[in-house]
């Protein structure tokens, strides 16, 4: 709204004011107002851009809280973006932070819904190369979870998702064209746990839901064929899952 309909309304509202004084006969006045209607909706632009930089300071410092571990500094951060910014990509980096910050150490119905929000509040169209990755991670995040509190219908349908999100993003199936509110998607999205590569949570969700549905032998083929080559790739406590598993 700030970005567009503010500055659009503040216009729109100015030269029928400009309207009225020239109909009246005072042109010199409609001019000045007129004038005056150019210059309005640079105030709700410029408070527009404000809060998108702002937002995307909130999003660095959710990210690096979450990554030492300080879940409420990551909350806290999360929160405000989703209260200031109303862009599809800041809220759902946002969503995925406060999600990040509330799976604790055994699991979370609350993470795994938030998780598949953070994928839902992107439009259902946009098929970009941010958005498949993007996709990748919540779905196998959100598997792990469900996983970890026994839903395991929920935990392999979470893992499905991210697998084909995974394949699309690796077979240049994404579209390149980005709609108009999404330019920088890509940016946004990186603030992410740690950045973290698709592939190597993709292995390690499918080698964990392998595991507590009760397919060792599965989960064990997954992290011999993968275990060495993501291990570096994944954040301290995904590491600590892979050696659990």
């Known amino acids: 709204f700030f970005a567009f309909g503010a500055p659009l309304c503040a216009f729109l509202a100015v030269m029928l004011v400009a309207v009225a004084f020239a109909v009246a006969g005072l042109v010199g006045t409609s001019v000045i107002i007129g004038l005056i209607a150019f210059a309005a909706p640079l105030g709700p632009a410029l408070e527009g851009r404000k809060l998108l930089i702002r937002g995307f300071d909130l999003l660095h410092q959710a990210s690096a809280a979450n990554a030492r571990g300080d879940t409420a ?12 910014v109303y862009r599809a990509d800041f809220r759902a980096a946002a969503i995925f932070q406060l999600a990040c910050a509330s799976e604790g150490t055994e699991g979370s119905e609350d993470a795994a819904h938030l998780f598949l929000l953070a994928r839902a509040t992107l439009p259902s169209g946009l098929k970009t190369a941010a958005v498949r990755r993007f996709g990748a991670l919540v779905g196998a995040r959100a598997a792990i979870n469900w996983a970890a509190i026994d839903r395991l219908r929920e935990a392999r349908d979470s893992l499905l998702e991210a ?4 394949a699309a993003y690796h077979g240049g199936l994404f579209s390149n064209a980005t709609p108009y509110g999404h330019g920088r998607l890509d940016v946004v999205l990186n603030e992410l746990d740690g950045r973290c590569r698709p592939a190597p949570l993709v292995s390690l969700a499918s080698a964990f ?3 507590r549905g009760g397919d060792r032998q599965a ?8 275990g060495h080559g993501i291990a ?3 954040a301290p406590k995904d590491r600590a899952l892979l050696e659990l598993v």
């Open 73 to 84: 500094t990551a909350k806290a951060a999360s929160l405000r973006v989703l209260e200031t």
């Open 163 to 166: 697998q084909a999100d995974l």
């Open 209 to 211: 839901v392998a595991l």
């Open 219 to 226: 989960a064990m083929e997954i992290v011999k064929r993968d």
């Open 232 to 234: 570096a790739a994944l």
